[in-house]
């Protein structure tokens, strides 16, 4: 099944994909990485993936560890890192974003989509656009899905709601996202349904966002015998 989907250097079946241009974040760096490390004979491109993975697992034990002594307002801090992160990564990728005349909105939303899923988390995506309101993707293959638990996928959120907002401040459109079931809860795939979002509309990213931080914030108090104080 992964075989189905497309990753970083991967096509689309719409014609304006071809035409779409992105850049690659921390460009200097990839450069760098591509001319002097990618040829080697005695590379292993898997030893990059141990590295995000313990990258990934360091992050995940700063969150734990913040909120555990912290709490609300370490978790704060640190949820606003990763959207500064997010917001910064977005600017270098999509700030000079080249779209074909005609590409629709909902299209733009959607090559994004790809874009973000094959390159800033490296993933297998299968993507589809629905209507012109409306589109969705499978991740096929994260590289946390077996190193993450479904809770511990909540890292991800904040790094994406950096990303929306350069979006949304860069293309006035404003699309939300959801997920409807993920790899790490079971499910075969992670499904993501992206649409247009309606004036008035409540933002149900950060709104599902805010309620695993208050879910961690329950599991603080309650070992802190309920006070919430240290």
Not at 14 to 31: I, L, M, Q, R
Not at 107 to 118: D, G, H, M, P, W
Not at 151 to 177: A, H, P, S, T, W
Request: hydrophobic share 40%; with cysteine; net charge neutral.
């Amino acid at each position: 099944m992964v075989k189905d989907g497309i990753l970083a250097k991967g096509g689309r079946k719409e014609k304006n994909w071809n035409g779409t241009k992105f850049n690659f974040p921390y460009s200097d760096a990839v450069e760098r990485f591509r001319r002097d490390i990618a040829a080697r004979q005695d590379f292993d491109p898997a030893t990059v993936f141990v590295w995000g993975v313990f990258m990934a697992k360091a992050l995940l034990q700063v969150i734990k560890d913040v909120e555990e002594n912290l709490g609300p307002e370490g978790q704060n801090v640190v949820n606003e890192a990763l959207r500064k992160v997010g917001y910064d990564a977005a600017r270098q990728m999509f700030e000079h974003a080249v779209f074909p005349e005609g590409t629709s909105e909902i299209e733009k939303a959607s090559f994004c989509a790809t874009a973000i899923n094959t390159i800033l988390w490296t993933s297998v995506e299968k993507p589809e656009i629905l209507n012109e309101d409306e589109a969705m993707f499978d991740i096929l293959w994260c590289p946390l899905q077996d190193v993450y638990g479904p809770f511990d996928c909540r890292i991800q959120r904040y790094l994406v709601e950096g990303v929306m907002n350069f979006l949304r401040k860069k293309g006035g459109v404003d699309f939300d996202v959801k997920f409807e079931w993920i790899i790490p809860a079971g499910a075969e795939t992670c499904r993501f349904k992206i649409w247009r979002r309606k004036g008035g509309e409540e933002p149900q990213w950060e709104k599902y966002s805010q309620l695993l931080a208050e879910k961690a914030m329950k599991k603080w108090r309650e070992k802190k015998g309920g006070s919430g104080e240290r």
